[in-house]
């Protein structure tokens, strides 16, 4: 096959496209040898790229490790009163937030971002480890602080990784795939964590809540070392893809948009930073994932309220898996029709009605069985929550610059909602009732943001409708080609292929 390499223009200048001799000769290809490279590259693509989920898996359970800790002695052992452990969760976000923007700006600048997850995900689950030593308040504040702002490499950035190989068309139902780690996570955390607090008590002398933080940051550092050999780079330079292979992948994403996924020569360091900064798209997807955020902060408590049914602790911990086993299916199920259909809006909104049927439900009655259906409700509103970030990809999807400062921006940016979230789970004379108004409201702001910008993209697919009809009729070319012009290097259509659609 003959080598693919696509003309590159600034991104203002007109749309790119590659040899035409070589697209015809691959089209020509399309109903077999292309088809079967493409199928044999999508299928070594899954599964070097799962290694995510088990990262992923990791990277939530040293996070959120500390909720079972608290329940076996660790508020105690730290002297800790309740508003100095909402803010050893809340700290956390706060370097979260710090390092997304500047890490994910790293990712798309250097050539092999596989060494920089294996790396900082080494760091984190050394810093992880050393949760078990704390003694006091200020060191496990330190050390989450320190936690976050190193964990803050990997969700954005493997967005960014998967958005640099998959098709729109794929990236949702791989973006599921990639947060049912997260998924998966909540729902074995629970079991994880009972099987470490109920045995380890004692041993060695040291509290069961200490040998959680050990084993499971030992298990991070271990599966750290398989990132550098297994983890995709570029489609560009990857090993373990043949020539053929990686030509096929960067033409399937030149197809997909009309544009090369690579950053112009022109762009400086901070290309993408001042192009995302001044998209008015990107501080209504900000706010709306923030309160979508805010919403979900039950996760970091479900254990707590999964407790309020009655059992005792062990079993209350067996409990809190079930949902999130539920709510991974659905997701799974939301994300593969999300793809299918090319529609982002509904499936955001519709798993968020169920969310809000379940804070009803614990809001309005004290039945034991309809509270936890009511859990199962909330725990799939997560569905929803996936499909926005393959929404956040679609809705920017060149230059990458761009694109990799947009997904840590609206990321880095919703995680105040979970600062916010920590504050928001307080036990009061009605139960959790307060709290569960707060994420009801939450996310009906949610829903409204989204709908706005499902307005703000119908409005600029009418702008793109019109400047293809204005190209292809050239009737007042003084006219119609200067509105053509001025929509192809707008802010919002400066990568798109006639035919392009953002998806809504």
Same mark, same amino acid.
């Given at each position: 096959m003959e080598e693919i390499k696509p003309e590159r223009t600034h991104?203002?200048?007109?749309?790119?496209?590659?040899?035409?001799?070589?697209?015809?000769?691959?089209r020509g290809e399309k109903d077999e040898r292309r088809i079967a490279i493409e199928k044999k590259l999508v299928r070594k693509l899954d599964m070097r790229c799962s290694l995510f989920v088990l990262i992923y898996i990791m990277n939530y359970l040293d996070r959120n490790n500390i909720a079972s800790a608290k329940a076996k002695g660790l508020t105690r052992d730290l002297n800790l009163n309740a508003t100095q452990y909402s803010t050893c969760l809340s700290i956390l976000y706060v370097g979260y937030i710090l390092m997304q923007i500047p890490s994910n700006m790293i990712i798309n600048k250097i050539s092999r971002p596989s060494w920089y997850i294996g790396i900082a995900m080494l760091i984190w689950g050394a810093i992880s480890t050393c949760s078990g030593v704390v003694t006091s308040f200020g060191g496990m504040l330190a050390i989450r602080f320190t936690l976050g702002f190193v964990e803050a490499a990997f969700l954005p950035g493997a967005l960014l990784i998967l958005s640099?190989?998959?098709?729109?068309?794929?990236?949702? %139902?791989?973006?599921?795939? %990639?947060?049912?780690?997260?998924?998966?996570?909540?729902?074995? $955390?629970?079991?994880?964590?009972?099987?470490?607090?109920?045995?380890?008590?004692?041993?060695?002398?040291? *509290?069961?809540?200490?040998?959680?933080?050990?084993?499971?940051?030992?298990?991070t550092m271990l599966i750290a070392l398989a990132a550098f050999f297994i983890l995709p780079d570029l489609?560009?330079?990857?090993?373990?893809?043949?020539?053929?292979?990686?030509?096929?992948?960067?033409?399937?994403?030149?197809?997909?948009?009309?544009? $090369?996924?690579?950053?112009? *020569?022109?762009?400086?360091?901070?290309?993408?930073?001042?192009?995302?900064?001044?998209?008015?798209?990107?501080?209504?997807?900000?706010? $709306?994932?923030? *309160?979508?955020?805010?919403? %979900?902060?039950f996760n970091a408590f479900f254990p707590s309220l999964t407790g309020t049914l009655g059992f005792s602790y062990i079993p209350t911990l067996l409990m809190s898996s079930p949902p999130w086993v539920f709510s991974t299916i659905v997701s799974m199920i939301n994300a593969w029709h999300a793809d299918r259909t090319q529609e982002k809006f509904w499936h955001i909104v519709v798993p968020m009605c169920f969310g809000l049927i379940g804070f009803i439900i614990c809001m309005a009655t004290h039945n034991t069985a309809a509270r936890y259906i009511a859990l199962f409700l909330q725990a799939s509103s997560y569905a929803g929550f996936?499909?926005?970030?393959?929404?956040?990809?679609?809705?920017?999807?060149?230059?990458? *610059?761009?694109?990799?400062?947009?997904?840590?921006?609206?990321?880095?940016?919703?995680?105040l909602g979970n600062i916010a979230g920590s504050y928001v789970w307080k036990l009061d004379s009605n139960g959790y009732r307060k709290a569960y108004g707060i994420v009801t409201a939450m996310f009906g702001v949610a829903i409204v943001l989204c709908f706005v910008f499902r307005l703000i993209l119908i409005n600029l697919n009418k702008k793109l409708e019109a400047g293809e009809q204005a190209w292809e009729t050239r009737a007042d070319v003084a006219d119609k080609g200067n509105k053509l012009e001025h929509i192809e290097k707008g802010d919002e259509a400066l990568d798109m292929k006639r035919g392009f659609r953002y998806l809504i």
């Amino acid at each position: 096959m003959e080598e693919i390499k696509p003309e590159r223009t600034h991104s203002h200048d007109s749309i790119v496209k590659p040899a035409d001799n070589n697209v015809e000769a691959l089209r020509g290809e399309k109903d077999e040898r292309r088809i079967a490279i493409e199928k044999k590259l999508v299928r070594k693509l899954d599964m070097r790229c799962s290694l995510f989920v088990l990262i992923y898996i990791m990277n939530y359970l040293d996070r959120n490790n500390i909720a079972s800790a608290k329940a076996k002695g660790l508020t105690r052992d730290l002297n800790l009163n309740a508003t100095q452990y909402s803010t050893c969760l809340s700290i956390l976000y706060v370097g979260y937030i710090l390092m997304q923007i500047p890490s994910n700006m790293i990712i798309n600048k250097i050539s092999r971002p596989s060494w920089y997850i294996g790396i900082a995900m080494l760091i984190w689950g050394a810093i992880s480890t050393c949760s078990g030593v704390v003694t006091s308040f200020g060191g496990m504040l330190a050390i989450r602080f320190t936690l976050g702002f190193v964990e803050a490499a990997f969700l954005p950035g493997a967005l960014l990784i998967l958005s640099k190989w998959y098709t729109r068309r794929e990236l949702t %139902l791989r973006n599921a795939i %990639l947060f049912g780690g997260n998924l998966i996570s909540n729902a074995f $955390a629970a079991l994880i964590a009972a099987g470490v607090l109920s045995n380890m008590e004692g041993v060695l002398g040291h *509290a069961a809540w200490r040998w959680m933080f050990w084993i499971e940051g030992a298990a991070t550092m271990l599966i750290a070392l398989a990132a550098f050999f297994i983890l995709p780079d570029l489609p560009t330079n990857t090993r373990g893809f043949t020539e053929e292979e990686l030509e096929v992948a960067q033409l399937r994403l030149l197809e997909d948009v009309g544009e $090369a996924d690579q950053d112009s *020569a022109e762009e400086g360091v901070f290309s993408g930073l001042i192009m995302a900064v001044k998209d008015v798209k990107i501080y209504v997807m900000m706010f $709306a994932l923030t *309160a979508y955020v805010v919403g %979900l902060s039950f996760n970091a408590f479900f254990p707590s309220l999964t407790g309020t049914l009655g059992f005792s602790y062990i079993p209350t911990l067996l409990m809190s898996s079930p949902p999130w086993v539920f709510s991974t299916i659905v997701s799974m199920i939301n994300a593969w029709h999300a793809d299918r259909t090319q529609e982002k809006f509904w499936h955001i909104v519709v798993p968020m009605c169920f969310g809000l049927i379940g804070f009803i439900i614990c809001m309005a009655t004290h039945n034991t069985a309809a509270r936890y259906i009511a859990l199962f409700l909330q725990a799939s509103s997560y569905a929803g929550f996936i499909v926005f970030y393959s929404w956040i990809s679609s809705s920017f999807p060149r230059p990458p *610059a761009k694109r990799a400062v947009a997904i840590a921006m609206v990321n880095a940016f919703s995680q105040l909602g979970n600062i916010a979230g920590s504050y928001v789970w307080k036990l009061d004379s009605n139960g959790y009732r307060k709290a569960y108004g707060i994420v009801t409201a939450m996310f009906g702001v949610a829903i409204v943001l989204c709908f706005v910008f499902r307005l703000i993209l119908i409005n600029l697919n009418k702008k793109l409708e019109a400047g293809e009809q204005a190209w292809e009729t050239r009737a007042d070319v003084a006219d119609k080609g200067n509105k053509l012009e001025h929509i192809e290097k707008g802010d919002e259509a400066l990568d798109m292929k006639r035919g392009f659609r953002y998806l809504i």
